[in-house]
């Protein structure tokens, strides 16, 4: 089985926090802070790797969480940061933010990689937080939380030329005499039943040529095999449709031709648009006269058409060499998909969301989690710097906007809190 799409879930490294220490060494009196910073957590990176030609590999295995940073330690000791984790995806492969439905990157060269979540920030150690005044501090900041996200990965097969056409029009015969490609021949439809890539190469020149399974009428709608498979071609640089002249299996070729353009129309109106050269295939057990009126019928739609046998080699070399000589300066296909552009705008500085939990007001997001973390409540300096970040953060307006009266408890990322509204301007606020 050819997989060629994946949903997947990533996570990085939670950033590891910041130590609480103090010197205590003999004969070195007010020895002072002396907490680390916790390590900073792990990227999701998704690399691009020739080896691999299948998604098959995120079939059983769904989620990719990076590690977390290790906590800082005494002695001004720095947490080790997480090792990144690195995700192998085959070339071609196009990765999708799945809530947002945006293309995020396109690993279309070898090595190409993106950094799909990046690690949480190391926590900063008591240490740090010394100053003139404060010169014992017994608090340090949590490391912040890393990045949770679904994403969509699609393989797109990198090729110059797609086959397109009915179920046992010689396609995959055709690929088979043109390149050194073995893929299933028989008598019957779609024996071709995944994409196959064949490399067509004369002395210095090469291009790329993938056998799209057979597409019939209604295809759009999930008839035969779908349209699954056309994601393939639409990268390529042509569309060659290969046409059975001979109609031995009982299907008009010029009705099979207009029905295959229709079903790329009703996939993609740039489907349509792309370069196509057809194709009419079996001319060594078709009618000559049939033959000639179809070449004639189908040029004056504004299409070049070839005559060839696949079996016979007949119009073969011709064929051939128009694809060398011609392909490779046709220009390459822009992708639909709406691509993610950075946007820089200020980060929210304080992201939490007020809901109820158990029948009670609640606060959560990664602000508040880290900054519960981040407190000492036994300590007057870390509580009263807990007070002022309720205030500046708008938590406390928040509280209010939802109508949370005094004494009313709250949950603030799991833990009970009686709210009691205070003011920013004097620096008291009591929670």
Known sequence: ?????????????????????????KYIPDGGP????????????????KSINTLEAFRYRRHFFAKDGQNGMGNLR?????????VQVPVGTLIFDDEEGILIADLKEEGDEIVA????????GNASFKNSVRQAPKFAS???????????????????????????????????VISAAKPKIADYPFTTIQPVLGVVQREESSIIVADVPGIIENASEGAGMGLDFLRHAE???LLLHIVDASGLYGVDPLDAFH?????????KSSMAKKEQWVVLNKIDVADDEIVDLLASEISAEGYRVFKVSAVTHA?????????????????????????????????????FTIGRKMGLVSVEGPFIRELMLSTNFSDTESTRRFQRLIVQSGIEAALLEADVTDGETVLLDGSHFEFYAGSSDDDELYI
Do not use: W
């Open 1 to 25: 089985m050819f997989y060629d799409q994946a949903t997947i879930e990533v996570r990085s490294g939670h950033g590891g926090n910041g130590c609480v220490s103090f010197r205590r060494e």
């Open 34 to 49: 002396d907490g680390g910073h916790g390590g900073r957590g792990g990227d999701v990176i998704f690399r691009a790797d």
């Open 78 to 86: 720095t947490g080790a940061s997480a090792d990144d984790l690195i």
């Open 117 to 124: 979540a990046k690690g949480g920030r190391g926590g900063r």
């Open 142 to 176: 949590a490391g912040t939380t890393g990045v949770e996200r679904t994403l969509r990965l699609e393989l797109r097969l990198l090729a110059d030329v797609a086959l397109l056409g009915y179920p046992n029009a010689g396609k995959s015969t055709l690929l088979s």
């Open 235 to 237: 990268r390529s640089r």
């Open 259 to 267: 029905t295959i353009n229709h079903e790329l129309k009703s996939y």
């Open 315 to 351: 119009g073969v070399n011709e064929l051939v060499n128009a694809l060398l000589s011609e392909v490779p300066h046709l220009p390459e296909p822009e992708l639909d998909e709406e691509t993610a552009i950075p946007v820089y705008r200020p980060k929210e500085a304080f992201p």
